[in-house]
T-cell receptor, first 117, second 116 residues
Framework: GAVVSQHPSWVICKSGTSVKIECRSL??????MFWYRQFPKQSLMLMAT?????????EQGVEKDKFLINHASLTLSTLTVTSAHPEDSSFYIC?????????????FGPGTRLTVL | AQSVTQLGSHVSVSEGALVLLRCNYS??????LFWYVQYPNQGLQLLLK??????LVKGINGFEAEFKKSETSFHLTKPSAHMSDAAEYFC??????????????FGTGTRLTIIP
């Protein structure tokens, strides 16, 4: 089956620093990748959608200058949390899909737990 | 806008008993519906999906769900619970955004506990 990896699996950083999270599709080319965040005991909330080679589309209320997304290749997307603050602490999950049809399954990564001190 | 409501944030069943996790959706167009499972500290795994074909959808690990348009429901069931079924379950509905990208809207999740 399709596998999506994330790195790192967890990260602790100081307030004000930036953190980069990688999302890779290991055995397929991902035309579209999605970034979600999940607060404790809550559901996943879509942050942004990225298509390879184009700018990401951010959901309402998500600061694009704070959460920088780069989808430079068909197998890699990165999320950079800039000037992180404690309220950015969350579980960040990416997913990838190989096609554009809305019946295409999204394959999810294992998530990255970010803790900002 | 699409939305999903999962009734019951926690469900406990005895091992071997029927599992029923409820999901109701709101959609202005025929929806595509999904059930995902999340084990602790892991990402989401697709259990099954409904894409306007058969209304009874069979998934992995013995789970199935039935799409009922009249009730706007897509409840998840399994005849006999196993200890390994203990996890968080999310119902989701998909839609296309203005750029043709599939967007998933998730319910708040139901934590399933299996009692030995």
């Amino acid at each position: 089956g399709a596998v999506v990896s994330q790195h790192p699996s967890w990260v602790i950083c100081k307030s004000g620093t930036s953190v980069k999270i990688e999302c890779r599709s290991l055995d397929f080319q991902a035309t579209t990748m999605f970034w979600y965040r999940q607060f404790p005991k809550q559901s996943l909330m879509l942050m942004a959608t990225s298509n390879e080679g184009s700018k990401a589309t951010y959901e309402q209320g998500v600061e694009k200058d704070k959460f920088l997304i780069n989808h430079a290749s068909l197998t890699l997307s990165t999320l950079t949390v800039t000037s992180a603050h404690p309220e950015d602490s969350s579980f960040y999950i990416c997913s990838a899909t190989p096609g554009h049809q809305n019946t295409d399954t999204q394959y999810f990564g294992p998530g990255t737990r970010l803790t900002v001190l | 806008a699409q939305s999903v409501t999962q009734l019951g944030s926690h469900v406990s069943v005895s091992e071997g008993a029927l599992v029923l996790l409820r999901c109701n959706y709101s959609s202005s167009v025929p929806p595509y519906l999904f059930w995902y499972v999340q084990y602790p500290n892991q990402g989401l795994q697709l259990l099954l999906k409904y894409t306007s074909a058969a209304t009874l959808v069979k998934g992995i690990n013995g789970f199935e769900a039935e799409f009922k348009k009249s009730e706007t429901s897509f409840h998840l069931t399994k005849p006999s619970a196993h200890m390994s079924d203990a996890a968080e379950y999310f119902c989701a509905v998909s839609d296309l955004d203005n750029f043709g990208n599939e967007k998933l809207t998730f319910g708040t999740g139901t934590r399933l506990t299996i009692i030995p």
